[in-house]
């Protein structure tokens, strides 16, 4: 029997969860839910559902995804948890750890499920590197993106770089010894361009980068080990890797490693994935408890850029 799901917030991305979980055959779409009551209409319309205004008039639903403002997170994750009903929360889990521990003792008290929404986790390209990298010594990642004028309520730490955060750990898994960083403000109130370094124990270093005003969109990852690297391009979800072998008469080589990888849309893969976890037949790739830790690094990062610019001026 298909589970009955609705998504609350349909604005840029919250559409596309109603596209993707009106068309999935274990997910019967129940409701989508907006404030504007005009575009809840217009996404009902589209994909042959029921639309609200208010999510605490929705009834009878075995799964949400909660695609609002980073600043409602709380407030209707809790709502729906509090009730044993499964949530997909969009990243970042929440803006601040206090509400992020919040949403953890709501999901704690009842039986639903609770997955975090770090859509590059599923992206194919890089669910093949997270099989392939072993030991990482160094990592970097440039998020570049023009300017949109959305979720400029939060700094481009929680809107952009924090899906490098996440990945960061999930392929180092070693705890994070220091955070160094530098950010500014350009175009909006909060911190429009950020650079990041991560040194975790063990040695390895990530340096991430992350701007959301930049000319054209560029979003790649490069991982360094003993005689391994890879590029992976997470638009093109495309990886180039190269490795050293040494041959039966002791030479050394440098060979191309090649990937097969099948292209696919990342966030039909989380849904599917967050359905199997609602049903019980899998677990969850980002918990409430990565999502937490991610957002306690990028927390780290904020403090440290405001702090600098503190002792500068």
Not at 56 to 65: F, M, N, S
Not at 105 to 130: D, T, Y
Not at 215 to 228: D, G, P, W
Request: charged letters at 30%.
């Amino acid at each position: 029997m298909a589970l009955k799901t609705a998504v609350i917030g349909v604005g840029s991305l919250g559409q596309h969860h109603a596209r993707i979980l009106s068309s999935l055959a274990n997910s019967n779409l129940v409701a989508v839910v907006d404030k504007n009551v005009e575009r809840a209409k217009e996404i009902a319309s589209k994909y042959n559902t029921s639309f609200l205004s208010d999510y605490k008039d929705l009834k009878e639903v075995d799964a949400v995804v909660v695609s609002v403002p980073t600043s409602l997170h709380l407030e209707v994750s809790k709502y729906f948890l509090e009730k044993g009903i499964s949530v997909l929360c969009e990243k970042p889990m929440s803006a601040s750890l206090k509400e992020c521990d919040e949403i953890l003792e709501s999901w704690n008290k009842r039986e639903g499920k609770l997955l975090v929404g770090h859509i590059e986790h599923f992206n194919p390209a890089v669910e093949s590197v997270l099989n392939s990298v072993s030991n990482p010594g160094f990592l970097e990642v440039h998020r570049l993106g023009v300017f949109t004028g959305r979720s400029l309520d939060v700094d481009v730490v929680y809107d952009l770089m924090i899906h490098d955060i996440e990945i960061a750990l999930s392929l180092v898994k070693k705890e994070i010894e220091d955070v160094d960083a530098i950010g500014v403000n350009v175009l909006s109130q909060h911190i429009d361009i950020a650079n990041a370094r991560l040194l975790f124990k063990g040695g390895c270093v990530a340096n991430l980068t992350s701007s959301r005003i930049s000319r054209e969109k560029v979003r790649k990852l490069r991982i360094f080990e003993k005689n391994s690297y890879f590029s992976v391009d997470y638009g093109e979800q495309s990886i180039e890797s190269y490795r050293i072998e040494t041959s039966c008469d002791g030479k050394k080589e440098i060979k191309k490693v090649d990937f097969n990888i099948e292209k696919k849309e990342p966030l039909r893969i989380e849904l599917e994935h967050f359905l199997k976890v609602v049903e019980g037949k899998e677990s969850p790739k980002v918990s409430g408890e990565m999502g937490r830790e991610s957002v306690r690094i990028a927390s780290t990062i904020v403090d440290k850029i405001h702090k600098r610019w503190l002792m500068q001026n």
